[in-house]
């Protein structure tokens, strides 16, 4: 081996895990502290705690062991990548506009489109059925009010 190759993917991975860790353990310091009387097993703090602790120390693994790798050549973007990011984009645009429920609908259509799938009448029935479990849940059964758009006449 010639030397150290710090360009591994999975270094500048670790190093992100460990930085964010580090920060989101720090927020944790911050919780309140639940009363002795009241506290039954872990504090509301320590949980997340060794949520974070797992990750951190899975990154370090992560690190330690891409030491001695030498970094892969980078994979070819497709051009799908280009394209998918295009709709999803338009779809953030056209979001605030339309309302969730047709915003999502017309772009698991167009995305399902994209992607090659030309069974249309499935397509269609499962961006509408998805679209309306959403509404379904979040707005009838949870209460949650979500953007409508121009076409809120139609969901009721």
Do not use: N
């Not at 009241?38 to 891409?66: D, Y």
């Amino acid at each position: 081996m010639r030397g150290q190759d710090w360009r591994h993917p999975d270094l500048a991975v670790a190093a992100v895990v460990v930085a964010f860790g580090v920060a989101a353990f720090v927020a944790t310091l911050g919780f309140d502290r639940v009363p002795e009387a009241l506290m039954e097993g872990m504090g509301p703090e320590r949980f997340p705690q060794l949520v974070i602790g797992t990750m951190v120390l899975l990154a370090v693994l992560l690190g330690v062991r891409a030491l001695g790798l030498s970094a892969p050549a980078p994979p070819r973007i497709p051009p799908m990548f280009a394209a998918t990011l295009a709709l999803l984009v338009a779809a953030v645009v056209v979001f605030p506009h339309l309302g969730l429920v047709p915003t999502m609908t017309a772009a698991m259509v167009a995305l399902g489109a994209l992607w090659g799938e030309r069974r249309w009448h499935l397509l269609v029935g499962v961006a509408l059925a998805f679209g309306l479990a959403v509404h379904l849940l979040f707005v009838r059964t949870l209460g949650i009010t979500l953007p409508v758009g121009p076409f809120g006449f139609l969901l009721g």
